[in-house]
């Protein structure tokens, strides 16, 4: 083992240069399912506890530890147990689950297999977002193939252990990335979030208990098996271990995908990156997709993972770094990110359905130019009323890039109220027209 | 906001789904410990045989299911993929969210709206140039992150992605459309129709076995991968034998 770290780590994406990297054969070739082999040899006991101690953690947005969710399945309860891996990659800023599905979706498979013989479930879905047609394919055809080869059905490589796993289109709802509302519509009914507890964990899909995890996440457990706890720590830092898929996108001269060790910042991440597009400064950006609060260029320095993100006052959600420079008016991006929590609101929980309406009414009406400075205590005071009040985390993501915005740039908020009070001496209401 | 037609389905109309999709539907209540699980991928299903969920679509999933109209309408009308309407030959998908609107998505989106319309109206969402399911119809909408950030502006054509466009490259795009051609997408398979890649989304996917080795790795996609093996970075060697932790005692 080396002292030193390189920048980058491919672990997850080490096999996306290979050719035909999504078929069985090339996955073969490079060490693929050895660590299923292991795995099956092992107590499922012993596979939950490296997960544990390897510190792997959730990366769907959440960072909760693998391992400790997958200690909370009941064992002995006598109900079946389910795995469902939450594909329903749409957060803004967010595209690392739909490339590692089209360039390696075996090793998708090969986690799910290992993750349910440890929580014990005879039964997986993969819920992928409708619109991710082609990582459809490429799961399904490698399922197919895991099939054929003997890694799925009845008796996996003899070990009496038996795993059906299908996959299964969504059909355009954000909310159904949210673990409970995406256990409803894998259901068959309207993808709304369920009031927790009970968590899935005890009572998932059909009631029964089960895990939901995120691909990046459940795609790192046969790494974890081959390399052990110890090596997985060799990367990242001590509460976030292992490496990270960074997504840049936007004013960056090479956006793209960029596996670095959890704690890379986005210094870092842009020198590999070739800079600011143009040489345009940087404005703002998003350490984790449009739910985490923005941040400015004074995080650059800010180690990306969950404890460093949020002690600098955002979340690593996602780790989508979407990048904007300085042409870009925030109270613009901040309409155009309400606008779509407003479309992806659910409407079951009212704090949200109604404040995502009248925070965009608002934020248009701004941008239009018709705004005042009472709007800007309006909005943070809508904000209070819809953060902490629903039954999952859309409005707490919605209110999160206006709190933001206003947080590090109200002087633009002002300044759109000022060419109003200039050009018109008065002011409209939102929703007076 | 349109709603479903809400007569009952007509004989006729019941009679559009022949015995062919019967058996696909069964194919797919046989997927799942539940039937109604099967909901999702049925309503995709009938999509695929009518271009949109009618209501002959929907009492055929209720009756497949066991489940009343209301209940399987209360669940179609949830989902942004379920079209109200017939849909074009094609459905075309811009990014308006704000990365892909910050770097043109919104320009490419009134460019597209500008020449599908007529009488100098432009195409609103979810509407459809042309008669729908004819060649070269086209149904334009603007769509919510398509999750594809680093290759932004993008948009979708029956799912299959287009990246980084500009609003002459989509206008170019959606004329050769009209005019019958398929352009390859930057990633996915060779274009086909809405609703042929319907029934690939209800998890049917006879005589496009080919279709799986469709492009996938944008410059974009590998970017960091390539770096790394100019460089010779890796991560740190794994050990050569790992044992695995001791068995935990029972609490």
């Known amino acids: 083992m080396t002292n030193e770290v390189s920048p980058l780590t491919p672990v997850l994406t080490k096999r996306w240069l290979s050719p035909r990297s999504w078929t069985i054969g090339t996955y073969e070739q490079l060490e693929g399912y050895t660590a299923l082999r292991k795995a099956l040899k092992a107590h499922p006991d012993q596979l939950i506890q490296l997960c544990k101690d390897s510190g792997l953690r959730g990366r769907g947005g959440a960072g909760f530890p693998t391992g400790m969710k997958w200690g909370f399945i009941p064992q002995g309860d006598g109900k079946p147990h389910y795995l469902v891996i939450n594909a329903d990659e749409g957060e803004p800023g967010t595209c690392k689950d739909i490339p590692l599905m089209m360039a390696d979706p075996h090793s998708l498979v090969e986690g799910i297999i290992i993750t349910s013989y440890a929580i014990r479930a005879n039964f997986a879905a993969i819920y992928v977002r409708g619109e991710a047609l082609h990582c459809i394919r490429r799961l399904n055809a490698a399922v197919k193939e895991a099939y054929a080869a003997g890694y799925l059905g009845k008796d996996i490589l003899g070990s009496g252990f038996d795993l059906d796993v299908v996959v299964h289109a969504g059909a355009g709802a954000y909310i159904c990335g949210e673990e409970t509302a995406l256990l409803d519509s894998l259901e068959g009914r309207r993808g709304q979030p369920r009031l927790k507890p009970p968590f899935p964990a005890t009572s998932g899909l059909y009631e029964s208990p089960t895990v939901v995890n995120n691909v990046e996440t459940i795609a790192s457990v046969p790494f974890i098996v081959n390399g052990g706890s110890d090596w997985f720590r060799t990367m990242g830092r001590d509460r976030s271990p292992g490496p990270k898929i960074y997504s840049l996108s936007g004013h960056v001269t090479n956006p793209g995908q960029y596996e670095a060790p959890m704690g890379t910042t986005l210094r870092d991440l842009l020198e590999l990156a070739g800079g600011m597009k143009d040489g345009i400064p940087l404005k703002f950006w998003t350490p984790g997709g449009s739910s985490t609060p923005l941040f400015t260029a004074e995080h650059l320095d800010v180690p990306l993972d969950f404890e460093g993100a949020a002690e600098a006052g955002s979340m690593l959600g996602t780790t989508a770094l979407q990048i904007f420079n300085e042409t870009v008016s925030v109270p613009w991006a901040v309409m155009k990110w309400t606008e779509f929590y407003k479309h992806e609101s659910c409407g079951k929980c009212t704090p949200c359905r109604e404040g995502t309406y009248w925070l965009t009414q608002i934020l248009q009406r701004m941008v239009r130019g018709e705004g005042t400075p009472a709007d800007i205590e309006t909005l943070l005071d809508i904000c209070d009323n819809v953060l902490g009040r629903s039954f999952c985390a859309l409005g707490d993501g919605a209110v999160s890039p206006i709190t933001s915005g206003i947080k590090y740039f109200k002087d633009e908020f002002l300044a759109l109220c000022e060419t109003n009070a200039v050009s018109t001496g008065k002011h409209a209401l939102a929703g007076a027209h | ?251």
């Not at chain 2, 399987?72 to 849909?87: D, E, G, Q």
């Not at chain 2, 093996?229 to 890796?234: A, I, L, P, V």
Request: charged share 25%; net charge negative; with cysteine.
């Open chain 2, 1 to 251: 906001m349109t709603t479903f037609d809400e007569r009952p389905a007509t004989a006729a109309e019941t009679e559009v789904f022949g015995q062919d999709t019967v058996d696909r539907a069964r194919a797919i209540i046989a997927r799942y410990p539940r039937s109604r699980s099967a909901l999702l991928p049925m309503l995709h299903l009938v999509q695929s045989v009518q271009g949109h969920v009618s209501q002959a679509g929907i009492a055929f999933c209720a009756q497949q299911l066991d489940l009343s109209n209301a209940e399987v309408s209360a669940v179609a009308t949830f989902y942004t993929m379920y079209k109200r309407k017939p849909c074009g030959e094609h459905l075309v998908s811009v990014c308006t969210n704000t990365l892909c609107a910050a770097l043109g998505g919104d320009d490419i989106y009134a460019k597209l709206r500008e020449h599908l319309g007529s009488d100098g109206k432009p195409l609103g969402h979810e509407e459809t140039s042309g008669t729908p399911g004819e060649p070269g119809s086209i149904t334009l909408e603007h769509a919510e992150c398509l999750a594809a950030c680093d290759l932004g502006p993008v948009l979708q054509v029956n799912y299959e992605y287009y990246d980084n466009q500009t609003a002459s490259s989509a206008l170019e795009l959606v004329k050769a459309l009209q005019s019958g051609q398929k352009p390859a997408p930057t990633r996915g398979a060779p274009l086909s129709d809405f609703r042929k890649v319907e029934l690939q989304l209800a998890g049917f996917f006879e005589d496009n076995e080919s279709d799986v080795d469709g492009p996938s790795a944008a410059a974009e996609t590998v970017r960091g991968a390539k770096i790394a093996n100019e460089k010779g970075w890796t991560a740190p060697r794994e050990p050569d034998s790992v044992e695995f932790p001791a068995l935990p005692e029972k609490k």
